[in-house]
């Protein structure tokens, strides 16, 4: 199909070979790398002369910046750990035969592999994202994190599912938390916003809460506990890290 296919890769070897065999049917693909020290640049090679390399800018800055190499009128952005199922490929399909899409983008359901399953619950899925869409009606935008597409025009949700690998092990999702925890405490204190113990103490346990039982985590058995532990944990660890930060600053902040 004439799309381009974007990914943003750094150090992928892991996943990355993966994520572009299922996206062979696509027209192009465009790669973006933060001068990746493993073999993902080699890997990508392998599939695509199109693959590009600069210095990280930023998660909203990096994927822009991948879009504007994109030539087709459509693109799909994928991470490097997602893969494309065959279901929702011949629905892509299904949705460009003639006479083409009616749309101007479309969500498509991820779906998570955590902990030896997949995750149906705990707020993981459906987990719609925004990936495909018309190049000239879209772009990235948001924080520092949490990064989304802004469409200009209509979307519709596709029934297949987008499969996401998230982290192969424990320490490599702790390291993760660790990374959005500091870059959120940043954000977060660049825009205003200080330390409260009130929100401390409180909004970890809501988590929880909201994630095992709300969310029906529950379900999900073990892998269903992690994810509401691991997400009050980052919680907590986003305002630690903000109360750091204040004392790194020199600041006292709410007491």
Same mark, same amino acid.
Request: aromatic share 12%.
């Given at each position: 199909?004439?799309?381009?296919?974007?990914?943003?890769?750094?150090?992928?070897?892991?996943?990355?070979?993966?994520?572009?065999?299922?996206?062979?049917?696509?027209?192009?693909?465009?790669?973006?790398?933060?001068?990746?020290?493993?073999?993902?640049?080699?890997?990508?090679?392998?599939?695509?002369?199109?693959?590009?390399?600069?210095? @990280?800018?930023?998660?909203?800055?990096?994927?822009?910046?991948?879009?504007?190499?994109?030539?087709?009128?459509?693109?799909?952005?994928?991470?490097?750990?997602?893969?494309?199922?065959?279901?929702?490929?011949?629905?892509?399909?299904?949705?460009?035969?003639?006479?083409?899409?009616?749309?101007?983008?479309?969500?498509?359901?991820?779906?998570?592999?955590?902990?030896?399953? @997949?995750?149906?619950?705990?707020?993981?899925?459906?987990?719609?994202?925004?990936?495909?869409?018309?190049?000239?009606?879209?772009?990235?935008?948001?924080?520092?994190?949490?990064?989304?597409?802004?469409?200009?025009?209509?979307?519709?949700?596709?029934?297949?599912?987008?499969?996401?690998?998230?982290?192969?092990?424990?320490?490599?999702?702790?390291?993760?938390?660790?990374?959005?925890?500091?870059?959120?405490?940043?954000?977060?204190?660049?825009?205003?916003?200080?330390?409260?113990?009130?929100?401390?103490?409180?909004?970890?346990?809501?988590?929880?809460?909201?994630?095992?039982?709300?969310?029906?985590?529950?379900?999900?058995?073990?892998?269903?506990?992690?994810?509401?532990?691991?997400?009050?944990?980052?919680?907590?660890?986003?305002?630690?890290?903000?109360?750091?930060?204040?004392?790194?600053?020199?600041?006292?902040?709410?007491?």
């Amino acid at each position: 199909l004439p799309i381009s296919t974007c990914i943003v890769t750094y150090n992928e070897e892991r996943n990355i070979r993966r994520c572009l065999e299922s996206v062979l049917w696509t027209q192009e693909i465009v790669i973006l790398d933060s001068h990746s020290t493993d073999a993902t640049v080699a890997i990508c090679r392998e599939y695509t002369d199109r693959v590009h390399q600069q210095t @990280w800018r930023g998660y909203v800055e990096q994927k822009n910046d991948c879009l504007r190499l994109a030539t087709h009128e459509w693109v799909l952005f994928l991470d490097a750990d997602e893969q494309v199922s065959a279901g929702l490929r011949d629905e892509i399909l299904a949705e460009f035969a003639p006479p083409g899409p009616r749309w101007d983008g479309y969500y498509l359901p991820r779906h998570t592999y955590f902990f030896g399953r @997949w995750i149906d619950h705990a707020g993981w899925y459906p987990d719609y994202k925004l990936r495909l869409f018309k190049k000239n009606k879209g772009h990235w935008n948001g924080g520092a994190v949490h990064e989304r597409i802004t469409l200009e025009g209509h979307a519709k949700y596709l029934r297949h599912d987008l499969l996401h690998f998230t982290y192969s092990d424990l320490s490599q999702q702790l390291k993760a938390m660790d990374n959005f925890s500091s870059i959120w405490a940043r954000e977060m204190y660049r825009q205003g916003k200080r330390f409260s113990r009130l929100e401390m103490a409180l909004r970890p346990p809501v988590k929880f809460l909201e994630s095992y039982f709300y969310k029906q985590g529950i379900l999900d058995g073990v892998p269903g506990l992690l994810i509401a532990c691991a997400c009050a944990y980052q919680v907590l660890l986003r305002y630690a890290k903000l109360r750091e930060l204040e004392l790194q600053e020199g600041k006292e902040g709410t007491r």
